[in-house]
Every structure is written in structure tokens, then in C-alpha cells.
């Protein structure tokens, strides 16, 4: 599977190491940037790695900040993103299981670096529970959308 990956300057740390696990689970990585700490605008990187999601060129999608927010925020604002603030093992299978998000978004100011890959496997090892959450998927597909 290939993954987007893409953070501002606060959550450089953790994508890199997103990055090398999601490798040693055998997925390819298209790192939307930044490379460094050095202060940037989040949406610059954020975006394009949504954009890889929205059309198919990448199949799931990570971003990082300091909290997570700006971050999903930004991605969410493209059609067909379905991207969810992740702080725990539980939120990240229910983003997957009731939400069906094809992105995740992590706060390293937030999230404990060793509860980091168990957030991301939790969201990688769900399913997407279908029933009940369907009709409420396609409704959030509608919304922005005249009437």
C-alpha cells in the first residue's frame, strides 16, 4: 500500500518515524514534506499529501502538527477526505471502524512518542465496520454541496 505522509515543522519528529514503520511493514512512503524543524506554514504540506489521498495516487494518508488540528482541518477541506485527529489506540480504531478515514492526523505536542506506532497500527489494522456508519459517510460526502 502507498502511503501520503506530509507535517509542518512541530511534527517533523514524528513523521520520520511514521515513515520508517510504515517501510518495515512493507508500505511505500511519498513524503509530501517538510524535511527539517524549521518553521513552515502547515498548509504548504499538508494539502499535497491530501491531495494524493483524494486521487487515488496514494491510498491513506498521515499528517502531523503540534496538535492535529490544523493539520486534519487543512486535509479535510478536500472532497473525499475523511481525515481524523488521532490521540490514542481507541480513537484511532474508531476513526477507521465508524468513520472510515482514509487519513489520520497526529499532534506530536499531544500524543506520547511511545504510544505513536500503536496509534498508527490501531488505525492500519481496523476495518471499516460498514453498516449503520454508511449512510452516515455518505452523508458527510454531501455536505458543502447545494441543495
Known sequence: MKFAVGTDHAGFRYKEKVKAHLRSRGHQVEDFGTHSEERVDYPDFILPAARAVATGAC???LVFGGSGNGEAMTANKLK?????????????ALARGHNDANMISIGQRLVAEDQLTAIVDAWLDGAFEGGRHVPRIEKMGKLGQPQ
Open 59 to 61: 491510498q491513506l494518508g
Open 80 to 92: 473525499g477526505i475523511r481525515c481524523a485527529v488521532c490521540w490514542s489506540q481507541e480513537s484511532a
